[in-house]
Nanobody, 115 residues
């Protein structure tokens, strides 16, 4: 079992920044990657960013250049630094940990960007 918990969401104005955190606890030795997704109200859940334990990263085109995903050294904690936020970023952000035989999701953290 892996427990995944996100934190750091909140209400900001357009142009401001937020940093989200995701921590995976439990049987986390087999983790090879973390992924951030987001889901706006009335929309499908969409990919935002991913990072491997080797620190390779991948981003959705919509966030490239503004969002940065990073991993705390030798830990199962990752961060999503979100800069120059726009109202389009308003969503619940989920951390996802894919393992060989199961997927683990956190409960999500709300990000709201006002115009």
């Amino acid at each position: 079992q892996v427990q995944v918990v996100e934190s750091g969401g909140g209400l900001v104005q357009a142009g401001e920044s937020l940093r989200l955190s995701c921590r995976a606890d439990g049987s986390a030795d087999d983790i090879v990657a973390f992924t951030w997704y987001r889901q706006a109200q009335g929309s499908e859940r969409e990919f935002v960013a991913a990072i491997t334990i080797g620190d390779s990263t991948n981003y959705a085109d919509s966030v490239k250049g503004r969002f940065t995903v990073a991993r705390a050294n030798a830990t199962n904690t990752i961060f999503l630094q979100m800069n120059s936020l726009t109202p389009a970023a308003t969503a619940v952000y989920y951390c996802h940990v894919p393992l060989a035989f199961a997927d683990y999701w956190g409960p999500g953290t709300q990000v709201t960007v006002s115009s």
